[in-house]
């Protein structure tokens, strides 16, 4: 953030532009919505033509903006019904021992370094609660564990946005402003 309380905004060191500007914000909004559309479509959308849309994606992705394209697998349609987040609190000398065992356990899904008491958050898959017993079980050695369920799930995953580009797609009617 600038010192005036301004958000900083990417320049492509090769061009001395902006990597923010409001045509790739748009295709960062469009792609957010549908990461396969083609980039004819893309283009089209954007009012320009296809090579400079490849061109745009092309310096966003090598900027690290665009980091990658995910799919969204439903955990319950391939047997990982439950789910549940888990807290640790790391014992003396086990953080780097948390973060390579919970890189080894496939079941879980996210793995974050949080503030507060607790150091570790994941997101643990299992087929049953059961399940996670074992799984609770591998991190018990290196800390103190707290489970919750996760019963539903009001506002799912969304992409994130540059700053004030969720406002513009609400003003246009875009489900990425929900």
């Known amino acids: 953030m600038a010192t005036d309380g301004t958000v900083e ?11 923010l500007d409001d045509v790739n914000v748009r295709l960062l909004q469009i792609l957010a919505t549908d990461p396969r559309l083609g980039t004819s479509e893309l283009a089209r959308r954007v009012g320009m033509s296809a090579p400079a849309v490849r061109e745009r994606i092309g310096r966003l992705e090598r900027a ?5 394209y995910r799919l969204d697998i439903d955990p319950a349609a391939i047997g990982l019904p439950v789910a549940a987040w888990v807290r640790i609190r790391p014992g003396p000398g086990q ?54 369920f996760i019963v539903a799930t009001p506002v799912a995953p969304r992409p994130v946005l540059p700053a004030g580009s969720r406002q513009w797609a609400r003003a246009n009617g875009s489900r990425l402003a929900r």
């Open 95 to 148: 953080l780097p021992k948390i973060a390579e065992l919970a890189e080894r356990t496939p079941e879980v899904t996210e793995c974050h370094r949080i503030s507060g008491d607790d150091c570790f958050l994941l997101k643990v898959h299992v087929p049953a609660v059961e399940a996670l017993e074992a799984i609770l079980d591998r991190f018990l050695m290196h800390g103190q564990t707290t489970s919750s």
């Open 64 to 68: 690290g903006i665009i980091r990658g």
């Open 9 to 19: 905004r990417p320049v492509d060191i090769q061009t001395g532009t902006s990597l």
